[in-house]
C-alpha cells in the first residue's frame, strides 16, 4: 500500500513537476535572451531551480529504493514465521506409535511415507527462506543482518529436527 501510494505521488511529482521545471526555464531562457536586466539573477535562479529538481529526482529514487528493500525485507519475516510455524506444527505431527502387531506397523508404515512426501513440499520453501536470509543479509550490516541469521538459523534448526524425527 505505501509502495503503491509513492508510486502514484512519484509519478504525479516526475510528469507534472517536470512540466512546471520546463516552464520556468523556458520563461527564464526567454528573460535571458530577451535582455532583462536582471538576467544574471535570473540564470542563478534558474541553475538553482535545476539543482533543486536534480535533487528532488534523486531523493524520489532513494526513498522508491529504501521502500523496496523495506517490503523485501518485511516478506522474508513473514516468510520465515509462516515456515517456522508449518516446522513446527509438522514437528508436532510425527506419530510416536510404533504398532501393535504387523498391519498396524504396515499401515504406519504408509503414513509415514505419506508424511514424509509431506515434509519434501515444505523442502523448497526452507530452500527459499535460506536463500533470501543469504541476499539479505549481504544487503545489511550490524544488528539487522543478525536478526536475519538468526531467522534463517532458526528455520534450518527446525527443518533438521524435522527431517531428524522422520528418520
Known sequence: LLQDKFREFSRDTGGLG???VDAANA????????????????????????????????????RA?????????????????????????????????????LRAAEGLERQHRAFEHDVQALSAQVTAVQEAAGHLAAAYAGPRAEELRAQEGAVAAAWAELRGRCQ
Open 65 to 101: 529504493q529504501e521502500l523496496a528493500a523495506a517490503h523485501e525485507l518485511q516478506r522474508f519475516r513473514r516468510d520465515a514465521r509462516q515456515v517456522l510455524a508449518q516446522l513446527r506444527d509438522k514437528a508436532r505431527q510425527v506419530p510416536e506409535e510404533l504398532g501393535r502387531d
Open 18 to 20: 517536470q512540466e512546471r
Open 27 to 62: 520563461a527564464a531562457a526567454a528573460l535571458i535572451a530577451g535582455g532583462h536586466p536582471e538576467r544574471a539573477a535570473v540564470a542563478q535562479w534558474q541553475a538553482g531551480l535545476n539543482e533543486a529538481w536534480a535533487e528532488l529526482l534523486e531523493l524520489v529514487a532513494t
